[in-house]
């Protein structure tokens, strides 16, 4: 299968320039997409784009990520509603090699004549000078032309600077530079992207006389409206220090069953038969969620590990089914902590655990409102301490207490708390 059916059958093609699908018929194609390094980590509203270069290095052409060192210092107005906060040069050359290093979990950097390539564009844009570019570039594109651009009208009656109007020709010289430079023929991106990739064709065809192509993917949305990615905490990142192995996991087995059917043709490399027959099987029994937990597994296994799924699938059967104190312990204290985000905590001394359990859990913390109540939930054999049945008479030490600080208290079936020992 070619690369751009590869891409229409997993629904990620939005827009295709006329005569794109046969340039990669007909020789090993150079391609490349640019990634925003305001961040020092991707989050998975970039995976979209990372998997479209999957796709084209299995299907044997060669990629290039840019990211974007000197673009990054402009801003992309494309889907902005103001003008982003620029960034310095130390933040971004940071950032840039914090995507490198994710870029590298996906892509093959050794693999011979299209071994993927990541590339800054501040490398070109560094010694070239104002009057240079506006004079070699600037006077092949039209201001009627650039305001014609969506990103452009969108914006005109808020206010845009001149800094953001000229970034649809700061990022078409960018295609230009790597079709001279590189034989890169084709520009990829999201849908927002279009306006400024078809600037950099007509760079290409009015400057250097040449011919360029352009592929821009749907910008996905969630089934009920709304953004895909995002949570109430924020982003989904790609970094575990950002969005823990456990809460990434999560995300993807909490999709709706609608958006799954689609997340797991554009998210993961199963072959459409596999898919179909993963599609099927969840459609007769959709309580069993094998579409998503089949997505979720893949995604974080590529993203992060085999060793975190593992670690996050104990994690769910602790929290959500029958597992035993040797499970908590096994756990780390990142897992631990992401898995009990937002449960109720309460912190004591060392001191505090010479007291009996009744004592503890309703007097120095407020797990239970009275001591009665306590006692009454214990003799229910309703309570537990790290996943052990408790009686009235439990002492806690320091042998009992998980990484050295925490106590995870359990109070029936679903109320869970946490104690930090100080």
């Known amino acids: 299968m070619s690369f751009v059916q590869e891409l229409k059958w997993r ?5 295709i320039m006329p005569g794109t699908e046969e340039q990669f018929k007909k020789e090993l194609t150079s391609a490349y997409i640019g990634f925003d390094p305001t961040a020092d980590s991707l989050h998975i509203g970039s995976l979209v784009q990372i998997m479209i270069l999957v796709h084209l290095q299995k299907s044997g052409h060669k990629p290039y990520a840019l990211v ?13 509603s103001k003008e982003r906060n620029l960034l310095n040069k130390r933040t971004l050359d940071h950032n840039l090699d914090c995507v490198k290093n994710q870029l590298e ?7 011979g004549q299209n071994s993927a390539v990541v ?12 009057l240079e570019f506006i004079r070699d570039i600037g006077k092949h594109i039209s201001i009627n032309y650039m305001l014609a651009k969506d990103s452009v009208k969108s914006r005109l009656e808020t206010g845009m600077s001149f800094t953001e109007f000229t970034y649809q020709l700061v990022q078409g010289y960018d295609f230009y530079w790597l079709w001279k430079n590189k034989n890169c023929k084709v520009q990829l991106g999201g849908s927002d992207q279009w306006g400024n990739i078809v600037t950099g064709t007509e760079i290409i065809r009015r400057k250097g006389n040449g011919e360029a192509f352009a592929i821009t993917t749907p910008l996905l949305k969630k089934a009920d409206g709304g953004k895909f990615g995002k949570t109430e905490e924020g982003n989904v990142w790609l ?8 809460k990434f996991y999560q995300f993807w087995l909490n999709s709706s069953d609608e958006d799954v059917k689609s997340y797991i043709k554009i998210f993961t490399l199963k072959s459409e038969k596999d898919i179909d027959k993963l599609i099927n099987e969840h459609e007769k029994e959709p309580h069993l969620r094998t579409l998503q937990k089949a997505l979720a597994d893949e995604i974080t296994i590529r993203v992060h590990s085999q060793e975190d799924l593992d670690m996050v699938k104990k ?12 499970d908590l312990i096994a756990l780390d204290e990142e897992n631990l902590l992401s898995i009990f985000d937002g449960v109720p905590q309460f912190f004591i001394s060392e ?7 009744i004592e503890l859990l309703s007097t120095i913390t407020k797990v239970f409102n009275s001591k009665g109540e306590a006692r009454r939930m214990i003799q229910a054999n309703s309570v537990s301490i790290n996943k052990e049945k408790i009686g009235e008479d439990f002492l806690i030490d320091k ?11 359990q109070k029936g079936k679903k109320n869970y708390y946490l104690i930090i020992v100080k």
């Open 399 to 409: 042998n009992h207490l998980l990484k050295n600080k925490y106590l995870l208290v």
């Open 105 to 111: 979990n996906f892509l093959d950097f050794n693999c």
């Open 119 to 130: 590339i800054n564009n501040y490398d070109w844009f560094n010694n070239l000078g104002f």
């Open 68 to 80: 974007g060192g000197a673009t990054g210092m402009v801003g992309d107005p494309s889907g902005k």
């Open 351 to 357: 001191l505090d655990l010479k007291n009996n359990a």
């Open 315 to 326: 994690a769910s059967k602790i929290l959500f089914g029958k597992s035993t104190s040797d």
């Open 11 to 15: 629904g990620m093609i939005h827009d």
């Open 239 to 246: 970094d575990r220090k950002k969005t823990s192995p456990y």
